[in-house]
Antibody
Framework: QVQLQESGPGLVKPSETLSLTCTVS????????WNWIRQPAGKGLEWIGR???????NYNPSLKSRVTMSVDTSKNQFSLKLSSVTAADTATYYC??????????WGQGTLVTVSS | DIVMTQSPDSLAVSLGERATINCKSS????????????LTWYQQKPGQPPKLLIY???TRESGVPDRFSGSGSGTDFTLTISRLQAEDVAVYYC?????????FGQGTKLEIK
């Protein structure tokens, strides 16, 4: 059973960079796309982007200028960096496995609050 | 971007009755080369991540009860829960997987009447 776990700071200051890592267990990270998706409290889901284990990426244009994703297959991990954060970036961030037709395995999510 | 619009925003249905949620995309999500609709439904319960229910508009994910069904093609889609159970209380989202960015509907909150 594939499991995903997000990790990283729960509090980030405005204008700084949010950094999260997702660790995949129970299966290989190789050969798949991996998503980052976020959800502000009480609101809907926003797809941030995805990375393939070969390194290719697709980012949401609304965030593209601030997003960087990377993957470390040796550690079975992938990562998200979101720069110049504001309060609007406060959300629960999910990492998840992306298939051709949807997202099947999700982490439990990690709440990131942007505040000074 | 493809805009996904769900209706209604919230819905209250009696136990054992049918619940119907609609999802409309701003452009077709039918991929002509394989005749598949890249439309996916998720269920999200409080405090949990979303769960994949249905993909390609009508294919049930393994382990999903058969009271959940999806239909539609092109731009108009429906998720139906045939006999509502208490554990089906959740927010339901549609998502298009046709074009990046892979946009979600705003969600439909399903409650028991």
């Amino acid at each position: 059973q594939v499991q995903l776990q997000e990790s990283g700071p729960g509090l980030v200051k405005p204008s700084e960079t949010l950094s999260l890592t997702c660790t995949v267990s129970g299966g290989s990270i190789s050969g798949y796309f991996w998503n980052w998706i976020r959800q502000p409290a009480g609101k809907g889901l926003e797809w941030i982007g995805r990375i393939y284990t070969g390194g290719s990426t697709n980012y949401n244009p609304s965030l593209k200028s601030r997003v960087t994703m990377s993957v470390d297959t040796s550690k079975n991990q992938f990562s998200l960096k979101l720069s110049s954060v504001t309060a609007a970036d406060t959300a629960t961030y999910y990492c998840a496995r992306a298939l051709e037709y949807g997202t099947d395995y999700w982490g439990q999510g990690t709440l990131v609050t942007v505040s000074s | 971007d493809i805009v996904m619009t769900q209706s209604p925003d919230s819905l209250a249905v009696s136990l054992g009755e049918r619940a119907t949620i609609n999802c409309k995309s701003s452009q077709s999500v039918l991929y002509s080369s394989n005749n598949k609709n890249y439309l996916t439904w998720y269920q999200q319960k409080p405090g949990q991540p979303p769960k994949l229910l249905i993909y390609w508009a009508s294919t049930r994910e393994s382990g999903v009860p058969d009271r959940f069904s999806g239909s539609g093609s092109g731009t108009d889609f429906t998720l139906t829960i045939s006999r509502l159970q208490a554990e089906d209380v959740a927010v339901y989202y549609c998502q298009q997987y046709y074009n990046s960015p892979y946009t979600f509907g705003q969600g439909t909150k399903l409650e028991i009447k």
